[in-house]
């Protein structure tokens, strides 16, 4: 079945760098964009990258632009989030979903997400 | 930049109750706007894709229009199942979620 598994959260002082992975599997990961989505506790859902199905693209949101890198290896079928110089305010659940629609441009929305991996930014 | 106001941001309903939800662009986005579900402890879920798109295993009584800058989500008859937070989303540009809307029952 269609699968996305997020592994690499935890608590990591701020300042520091921590690195998110997404395994997928159950459809072709080389055809399809892919994103990253947080939610701080109790808050609601911030999209936070999204990398187009060949890895050319790459677009973030300004709070975490400069300090955060999307990236994927299609031949592990693996997403990437590289955080660094990590700030109390990123603490939150990151989701890595995928995109609706197939080897495009142009990003639709989120139509498979993975369970999420919690990111804690704390002394 | 495009804003996404979603309203109410939270409301209580009676089962089988219409409960309505709405979404507002600070530009014309044309139909691209999709509802999410989100239940506690859990990922979303997409139910409406292009406004209005019910996706494949989602029950008829969810349902969304609109397009220009004003949507609207409805859920015709609340069930108890449908407890969850809602969120709208943008990709007329890069994706932008709506704030949420918190449903409970009565």
């Known amino acids: 079945q269609v699968q996305l598994v997020e592994s690499g959260g935890g608590v990591v002082q701020p300042g520091r760098s921590l690195r998110l992975s997404c395994a997928a599997s159950?459809?072709?990961?080389?055809?399809?964009?892919m994103y990253w989505v947080r939610q701080a506790p109790g808050k609601g859902l911030e999209w936070v990258a999204v990398?187009?199905?060949?890895?050319?693209?790459?677009y973030y949101a300004d709070s975490v632009k400069g300090r955060f890198t999307i990236s994927r290896d299609n031949s592990k079928n693996t997403l990437y989030l590289q955080m660094n110089s990590l700030r109390a305010e990123d603490t939150a659940v990151f989701y890595c979903?995928?995109?609706?629609?197939?080897?495009?441009?142009?990003?639709?929305?989120?139509?498979?997400w993975g369970q999420g991996t919690t990111v804690t930014v704390s002394s | 930049d495009i804003q996404m106001t979603q309203s109410p941001s939270s409301l209580s309903a009676s089962v089988g109750d219409r409960v309505t939800i709405t979404c507002q662009a600070s530009?014309?986005?044309?139909?691209?706007l999709n509802w999410y579900q989100q239940k506690p402890g859990k990922a979303p879920k997409l139910l409406i894709s292009?406004?209005?798109n019910l996706r494949t295993g989602v029950p008829s009584r969810f349902s969304g229009s609109g397009s220009g800058t004003d949507f609207t989500f409805t859920i015709s008859s609340l069930q108890p199942e449908d407890i969850a937070t809602y969120y709208c989303?943008?990709?007329?540009?890069?994706?932008?979620f709506g704030g949420g809307t918190k449903v409970e029952v009565k």
């Open positions: 530009q014309d986005i044309s139909k691209s």
């Open positions: 989303q943008q990709y007329h540009s890069l994706p932008l």
């Open positions: 990398i187009s199905f060949d890895g050319s693209n790459k």
């Open positions: 159950g459809f072709t990961f080389s055809n399809f964009a």
């Open positions: 292009d406004a209005s």
């Open positions: 979903a995928r995109d609706i629609n197939v080897a495009q441009f142009y990003y639709f929305g989120m139509d498979v």
